[in-house]
């Protein structure tokens, strides 16, 4: 199984993160899978988060780094489908209040649909 599985929704493209951990040793490639979509003008992303337990520092700033370019491209990334843990961490290192997160898939690409209508 491939560490991420991007899922084209037309405007909209998801990246399943399919680890149980997100640390610095996925982070590059990770990186790069999102810069390559920012850099295809694909800025409405969200990331998948429903398999992981754990996320490090070096992944949520891989994150960071991805939602920065989105912004300045004027898109943006959402976090969905945080599991208990992995939401205490965003919430802990305030990353709740950078991110937009939502529970589900369904309602993150909802919120495209609403902001950019």
Known sequence: ???????????????????VKATREQAEEFKLILLKHIDDSNIKLIVD?????????????????????TIKKGGNLILASPKH??????????????????SNI????SSFKKSYD
């Open 1 to 19: 199984m491939d560490n991420f599985l991007t899922i084209d929704k037309g405007e909209v493209i998801i990246e399943v993160v399919n680890l």
């Open 49 to 69: 988060l429903h398999q992981c337990v754990f996320v490090d520092s070096t992944f949520l700033s891989t994150l960071l780094i991805a939602l920065k370019a």
């Open 85 to 102: 843990d992995v939401a205490e961490v965003l919430e802990a290192t305030g990353m709740n209040r950078v991110f937009d997160v939502y």
């Open 106 to 109: 369904s309602d993150a690409i």
